[in-house]
Nanobody, 121 residues
């Protein structure tokens, strides 16, 4: 059983910062890509940022220059540092990870339960 647990959401004023964390635990052989998605009320879930096990990170255009994704492989953790937050960043943020549970097994997508980020004055 694999679990992803997010933390760090909350209410922040426009221009403020938050740091999200997501820890993967359970029966894990290997973690490949990790990422953050978000879903605002009435909208579809969208990719915010993604970081592979090696290679280039990817950001959606609206967060480039403001958000930074990073990971600590020793801790099975991915972070999202969010600066210069705007009201339009308000959403539930979900952690995603591509994980294999056995050597040679097919990697699968796993999701966290989501953490609310609200940007408002």
């Amino acid at each position: 059983q694999v679990q992803l647990v997010e933390s760090g959401g909350g209410l922040v004023q426009p221009g403020g910062s938050l740091r999200l964390s997501c820890v993967a635990s359970g029966s894990i052989f290997g973690i490949y890509a990790m990422g953050w998605y978000r879903q605002a009320t009435g909208k579809t879930r969208e990719l915010v940022a993604r970081i592979p096990s090696s290679g280039k990170t990817v950001y959606t255009d609206s967060v480039k220059g403001r958000f930074t994704i990073s990971r600590d492989n020793a801790k099975n953790t991915v972070y999202l540092q969010m600066n210069s937050l705007k009201p339009e960043d308000t959403a539930v943020y979900y952690c995603n990870a591509v994980i294999s549970v056995v050597r040679g097994g097919t990697p699968n997508d796993y999701w966290g339960q989501g953490t609310q980020v609200t940007v408002s004055s």
